[in-house]
């Protein structure tokens, strides 16, 4: 149909090729039409702006609205557009944006005469390619610069795009340094943990955690300040599934909750971002998004099965459907069971995790979302190790562990408990005896409810629960001279509450969006502590209570952003953010007498911190050319201590609430380079000044923190995607760590009077200019792969992967150094869809992780030095290979792997 101004009702079209026909008459000539070629005129050119008015409802009658106020000739087939509706269009845009707001989410475009007077609407797909694959199918973006993995995005400058206009403030930021690692490319490849997608992210890496499946993640170095026990999880990085926040308030998350079978991708933001995530958004934040109904669309099944005993059973289910009554529905469900003896002499665990992600549009304007996230947790427990032992033996499996002894002592790292459970002189005991292990059940539970007050405002607030549960046997002591690890119980129960407003118009004449956010979440803590009783075995026993964590943490936040679309190239982005937390609880520790009894009232430590932070951001993204985009960014983040972080001591539980607020600021400058639908290349240089970073190290026994006054983190990262020929690929990730502190002053103690809890000997050694440690300078992940793009074999392919880290020192005067590591892993897999079956598609795949059977550091802490026994001498790099501070965990060993996915 075609329309100028105003036309009679009653016209159709007998068939969408008279239509085109009608169309090819109308408009002349077409020039091949992207987004990119939509000028319509000089003075459109030059910036004029259209003001158009009009409301949500039916697609046509919206469609001569628009050729009312825009005065083109609109041609469009009313089959396309019958029962089609829109959000309408209110504000002033240019024709393009105009267009491209009208149009979203309804499945149509457009194409533009060469005359500029007449616009068609067509089918999308009709209107701009799709990089595809061999075989047809679409190529998933691995780290591609926001605005390059749209072919919309080059229409209007960055961030500006009618796709991005549809997400939240957070999805795909111009300026932000984002790397977005999508599942489809590693269909083939067996995800024991989150490890498989984020080691393609550079910027990030990841060690092994204390239990089966949880993972130390940072970001730029940012994780890698642990210790022995506590922290638990992930610091210093803000996680989100969905949207919705999965860090406690405390700063504290966890990767083993996470099964990567669940997620489509994961957004990873790198460098300071407070500003955008607010507080412990110090290195970046995750944003893992679940598979939706529609991408799901059925059913999905599949089972992995290797070395070690490890099985993960998992499916997926989803649809997207439409009722007139009722509006639109996208419904999409997880579940899988994960299993294994583990690779270490003790690491057994069983794992179950379920999800649902619910989404109802009862209107154009309004969309609900329901999220829910159980996980069960049970793994057992096998301590770290010194560097020496590491060497001697680095799973744990000789020298009979077991049965502590004299003889396996420097090799098993057993540890001391007192042997009635309560206060008796110690006994040595290996994690058998004790039973050591952990078990957590995790629910999260979020509602979000989004309305459009019209096509450019829209107003979202959302409210999650969060409640976890757990019991650790492997808990630092409160006391360190009663030796050996107690066992914790939770459990922790948090809210966390948002509501803010986005909206799209103009500021000084230019396009612009404007974001202004609320935040509120807080945590209730209730952790006993308890001895626990030798010989038991099998799970372990607890024995006499000795401690009781009692904390409350909370944060409130305001959060503000303005992008501006400068010229049709260049956005300019500014942001804001000041954060109120308050810390406040106490930390009882009970005494006992040799005989058991009460020997004094308990010590309670009590903590009431409140620390306010501000955080501002600004960048601008500059569009040279489709294939050449620029980025430079001004960031601060800031991270707050924990309760915990506030009563540790080296000594175990004592006063620390001096511990300051960690902040930082950085620059980033980076370029994306797209040439050709088969070469994409990120390139990105920071550098990040630190006041205060809080630095978390390890005696054997107990962790504690401590602020580093001033330090600088700087480096490259780097990411190249590359299909030289049909079926070929290369995917490669790297990082360069330029990390050294410029202002500390390590406190250093000797022995320890017990009599009095202090130590004897108080020294402060100078470690400017030294590495921080437990960062590796150099890390990269990469696979060269190839799969049959055509004929008989189509679908069968094979990849190698190759993953390095340099060698890097784990003690702040720089005396030990973790060796470097390269493990290489082969995949063969086959994929291949089924016509005419139930059974839609199959993949099966086999994989052998560590083909040379290196063995490796797999994770490690931070150690703290130490003096020499009666001097103050440092304790020299020999003696420190003997310490347990050092926290080894060997990696895993040569394993073999096979699956099978079923899609229905």
């Known amino acids: 149909m075609a329309r100028k101004k105003s036309v009679g009702e009653g016209v159709n079209m007998s068939s969408t090729a008279i239509a085109l026909a009608l169309s090819a008459m109308t408009l002349g000539a077409e020039a091949p039409v992207t987004s990119a070629q939509a000028s319509i005129s000089p003075q459109e050119r030059d910036g004029t702006l259209r003001d158009y008015r009009i409301p949500a409802g039916a697609m046509e009658t919206a469609l001569n609205a628009f050729a009312d106020h825009s005065g083109l000739h609109v041609v469009f087939d009313v089959r396309l557009t019958e029962a089609m509706r829109t959000r309408g269009v209110i504000g002033a845009y240019s024709v393009r944006e105009g267009l491209d707001r009208l149009l979203s989410g309804s499945g149509l475009s457009y194409r533009l005469s060469e005359n500029r007077r007449s616009v068609s609407i067509i089918l999308a797909q009709a209107a701009r390619g799709t990089m595809t694959d061999a075989s047809g199918a679409e190529l998933p973006p691995i780290d591609i610069g926001a605005e390059q ?54 910027g990030v890496a990841v060690q092994s955690g204390n239990v089966s499946r949880e993972l130390n993640i940072s970001i730029r170095g940012s994780g890698n300040r642990y210790g022995v026990g506590y922290p638990l999880g992930v610091r210093n990085i803000m996680m989100y599934e969905d949207g919705f926040p999965i860090v406690t308030s405390d700063g504290t998350g966890r990767s083993d909750i996470l099964d990567p079978h669940a997620f489509r991708g994961v957004d990873v933001y790198r460098g300071p971002s407070s500003a955008l995530f607010g507080n412990y958004a110090f290195g ?17 099944t599949g089972s992995e099965f290797g070395s070690f005993g490890y099985i993960n059973n998992y499916i997926r289910a989803g649809k997207a459907f439409s009722t007139k009554e009722a509006g639109d529905f996208d419904i999409s469900l997880f579940a899988s069971d994960a299993r294994g003896d583990g690779y270490l002499a003790r690491n057994g665990y069983e794992m179950d995790q379920a999800k649902i992600l619910a989404k109802w549009s009862p209107t154009p304007n309004d969309r609900f979302t329901l999220k829910f996230s159980f996980n069960d947790s049970f793994s057992s427990f096998m301590n770290r190790l010194s560097q020496n032992a590491y060497y001697l033996n680095p799973f744990g499996k000789n020298y009979g562990c077991q049965f502590p002894t004299a003889l396996n002592a420097a090799v098993c790292n057993n540890l001391n408990v007192p042997g009635n459970g309560i206060s008796s002189a110690s006994t040595r005991q290996s994690v058998w005896q004790l039973g050591s292990h952990y078990h957590g059940v995790r629910e999260i539970a979020g509602f979000r409810y989004e309305h459009d007050f019209d096509n450019a405002t ?11 549960d757990f019991i650790n046997g492997t808990w630092p002591p409160n006391r360190i001279a009663q030796g050996g690890p107690i066992g914790i119980r939770g459990p922790s129960v948090g809210i966390s509450a948002s509501t803010d407003i986005t909206s799209r118009g103009v500021l000084f004449g230019l396009p612009a969006t404007h974001y202004l956010g609320f935040f509120y979440d807080n945590v209730k803590i ?14 372990g026993a607890t024995g006499a209570q000795v401690g009781k964590i009692d904390t409350y943490q909370s944060n409130i936040s305001l959060r503000a952003r303005e992008e501006i679309a400068l010229t049709p190239a260049l956005t300019a982005a500014v942001g804001f953010s000041t954060n109120w937390n308050r810390v406040w609880g106490v930390n009882s520790v009970y005494n006992y007498g040799a005989n058991g009894t009460w020997s004094s009232p308990p010590q309670a430590l009590a903590v009431d911190n409140d620390y306010w932070n501000t955080a501002p951001e600004a960048s601008l993204t500059y569009r040279y050319s489709p294939e050449w985009q620029f980025r430079a960014r001004y960031a601060a983040g800031y991270g707050t201590p924990s309760f915990m972080f506030l009563t540790t001591t080296p000594n175990g539980a004592g006063n620390n609430s001096s511990l300051q607020a960690q902040t930082n600021m950085g620059v980033d400058v980076g370029v994306d380079w797209t040439p050709s639908r088969d070469v994409t290349v990120s390139l990105t240089g920071f550098h990040e000044w630190f006041r205060n970073e809080i630095l978390t190290q390890s005696n054997g026994l107990v962790s504690f923190q401590t602020n580093v006054p001033a330090s600088i983190h700087r480096g490259v990262e780097a990411n190249v995607d590359w299909r030289p020929f049909d079926g070929w690929r290369l995917i490669a990730a790297y990082t360069f760590n330029d990390q050294i502190f410029t202002g500390f002053q390590d406190y250093l103690t000797g022995d320890i009077n017990f009599l009095t809890g202090q130590p004897k000997t108080k020294v402060y050694y ?59 892993n082969v995949n063969l897999h086959y994929n291949r869809d089924i016509a005419d ?13 560590n083909i040379f059977d290196r063995t490796y550091v797999g994770g490690s802490f931070v150690m703290t030095n130490s003096l020499v026994a009666g001097t103050t001498i440092q304790t020299p790099a020999a003696f420190l290979l003997t310490g347990q501070g050092a926290g080894i965990m060997a990696g895993q060993p040569r394993a073999f792997t096979g699956g099978v996915k079923f899609k229905f």
């Not at 970046?284 to 999905?300: H, K, P, Q, V, Y």
């Not at 829209?458 to 976890?468: E, L, N």
């Open 149 to 202: 993995k749209r072919a919309s995005g080059a229409s209007s400058a960055p961030g500006f795009d009618a796709e991005r206009a549809k997400l939240p403030i957070y999805r795909d930021p111009p300026g932000q340094t984002v790397t977005t690692v999508d599942h489809k490319f590693l269909e083939a490849t067996p995800m024991y943990s989150l490890q498989e997608m984020l080691q393609y992210s550079p």
């Open 284 to 300: 970046g934040a995750l944003n893992f998004r679940t598979f939706s109904g529609a991408d799901i669309d059925g059913l999905e």
């Open 458 to 468: 829209t107003w979202r607030s959302q409210f999650t629960f969060d409640y976890f």
């Open 526 to 539: 209730t952790n006993p502590l308890y001895n626990q009783i030798p010989n038991v075995w099998n799970y």
């Open 766 to 824: 100078n470690r400017s200019g030294n590495k921080i440690p437990n960062v590796a300078p150099h890390t990269l992940t990469t696979r060269v792969g190839y799969d049959q793009p055509t004929g008989d074999f189509k679908g069968l392919g094979a990849y190698v992967e190759y993953v390095f880290r340099s060698a890097y020192t784990i003690d702040n005067a720089n005396l030990t150094s973790i060796p470097s590591s390269g493990v290489v």
């Open 837 to 849: 079956s139930f059974v839609k598609n199959m993949e099966v795949f086999f994989d052998i992780k």
